[in-house]
């Protein structure tokens, strides 16, 4: 017998294998600890968060699947209004709610939820199934809409993979094959069914997707401020695009102006100046300290100082939004949905301003 073993040259992949060696269970294991974590710490703040009513999260998933969640937020507060219940929505006319959905595009959705409620209250009394099968069966309810519905209202052990899912387990496994090819589709459906934990499996697809949409970005991964920069294949094979992204809308959260200055304790006067001339105007200039937060995350510490923004002296400025960037006033800001560090520094900078001597937005 030979005593001659078969080995992979690094980096050598096969159709459908990952360019590293395949997951482990121990592996597995801290990516569900570190991805909760972070979930638990910075999911976005959307008003069907923490719910629990099935038929919500179904309205929920239905505005989310080709709408951005900061647009789908107030539309969702509407919708429900008008429609509360299962059997409200069943109850009324087609062109009610295709009035409601105006302006969210893609009115299949809203087709296909009007058809699925009529459906449920006339054969199901009115209560969505909490089988995958008996989800599958109804329509618009595809493989993503089933394991987002069946996961997060119902707990089931189902994964939910849409375009950001897809994405970051390419990533994670730093898959050699297309994912918009049936074998590279493959493997990462097989990896999202592997990767569920046995507790949570609905708020761990929504880190995933929260993940996508805030961090792994489609052209500039922020790798630096991911919990699972230390697991991730791509990073680590240098696949995954470096650059940070700058501007102040990203993954449909806001945040200040501002940026990272990465690994230093305090930027420079300089780049104080180029950023308030970037994210403010020329003659923009910044001015005196307001307050500074710190925000301990899983896998990093955040200290945000905020100073004041001076205008241009002489000049009358008017607060106009720009690319990406908008001025709010302060109940606006309410509504727009923010990462709970970024509300924290904001509570910060009020208290530094002190209530009704200045504005910090607007
Ligand atoms: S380390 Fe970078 S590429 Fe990997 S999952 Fe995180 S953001 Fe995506």
């Known amino acids: 017998m030979s005593n001659r073993r078969k080995i992979r040259r690094p980096g050598a992949s096969g159709p459908g294998a990952a360019r590293l060696s395949p997951p482990k269970s121990a592996w597995r294991r801290r990516v569900r600890e570190l991805l909760l974590g972070w979930y638990g710490q910075e999911r976005r703040n959307l008003p069907w968060r923490g719910e629990r009513e099935p038929y919500r999260i179904w309205v929920s998933e239905a505005m989310l699947q080709q709408t951005r969640a900061g647009t789908a937020a107030p539309r969702y507060a509407r919708f429900l209004a008008r429609f509360p219940t299962l059997r409200a929505l069943a109850e009324a006319p087609l062109e009610a709610v295709l009035a409601e959905w105006q302006g969210l595009g893609y009115y299949g959705r809203a087709r296909s939820l009007h058809r699925a409620a009529r459906e449920v209250a006339e054969r199901l009394g009115g209560e969505l199934p909490a089988g995958l099968a008996a989800l599958r069966a109804l329509p618009g309810f595809g493989p ?31 898959l050699a094959p297309p994912v918009d090819k049936p074998p590279g589709r493959a493997a990462v459906e097989k990896e999202a069914e592997a990767l569920l934990p046995r507790v949570r499996p609905g708020d761990f697809n929504q880190a995933l997707m929260d993940l996508g949409a805030r961090l792994c970005l489609p052209r500039n991964p922020r790798c630096g401020d991911c919990p699972l920069e230390a697991l991730c294949a791509a990073r680590k094979a240098g696949t995954a695009a470096q650059r940070r992204e700058e501007d102040g809308l990203f993954g449909g959260l806001w ?22 001339a970037r994210h403010l105007g020329p003659g923009w200039k910044a001015g005196g300290e307001i307050a ?20 241009p002296e002489g ?25 709970n560090a970024q509300r924290a520094a904001i509570a910060a900078g009020r208290r530094g301003i002190g209530e009704g001597q200045g504005r910090l937005f607007g």
């Open 144 to 174: 993503y809409m089933a394991g987002a519905v069946g996961s997060i209202a119902f707990g089931l052990r189902v994964p939910a993979v849409d375009g950001n899912v897809l994405r970051v387990l390419a990533r994670l496994l730093d």
């Open 255 to 276: 945040e200040l102006p501002g940026w990272m200055a990465e690994g230093r304790p305090e930027p420079s006067e300089r780049e104080w100046a180029r950023a308030c």
């Open 292 to 311: 500074r937060a710190a925000r301990v995350l899983t896998h990093r510490r955040i200290l945000f100082v905020l100073r004041r923004a001076l205008p």
């Open 315 to 339: 000049k009358r400025i008017s607060l106009k939004d720009a690319d990406g960037a908008m001025w709010v006033d302060a109940e606006a800001l309410k509504a727009l949905p923010l990462s």
